[in-house]
């Protein structure tokens, strides 16, 4: 009789061991991650932020970043330095209220930015032209 109890616990035994062991292996071959992939979608906040070209750009990718168009780099230090030579040198830069070479803006706004400070902002205006005067650029209403 005790041989009997001690065969029925062993076969119950292999039976669950053999049981754990099959269904581990049927989750573990067909598990669905739930950790995001790089497929995943993501849901970003809704913010945005003005670039130092003027454009505004949303948060975008899988960390929600800013990303604003790259600005050229012009090689020409006196463009930086806001030095005209001719008249299509200068631009109206709306959020700036005035006339001034792009690249000049562009260094403006990044050494801002990295102080920490914000560029004001004004408003767009009409019927404005830049002439270039005694390698200064200048804004006409």
């Known amino acids: ?20 062991v099959s269904s581990g292996a049927y989750f573990y071959k067909n598990k ?28 975008t990718g899988v960390n929600c970043e800013f990303v604003c168009p790259e600005i050229k780099v012009t090689l020409n ?13 200068c ?6 209220g005035g006339c001034n070479t792009p690249e000049y803006i562009a260094k403006k706004y990044k050494e801002a930015e990295e102080k920490g400070m914000y560029l004001g902002e004004a408003p767009p205006r009409d019927n404005v032209t830049c002439t270039c005067e005694d390698s200064k650029c200048i804004t006409h209403n």
């Open 32 to 59: 669905k991650s739930i950790s995001p992939t790089k497929d995943s979608p993501v849901a970003c906040t809704m913010d945005a932020k003005m670039c130092p070209d003027g454009s505004y750009v949303g948060r």
């Open 91 to 96: 631009e109206y830069i709306w959020y700036t």
């Open 77 to 89: 230090n006196e463009l930086v330095n806001n030095i005209c030579k001719k008249d299509s040198n």
């Open 1 to 20: 009789m005790n041989n009997k109890k001690y065969l029925t616990a062993s076969v119950m035994v292999v039976i669950i061991v053999l049981l754990t």
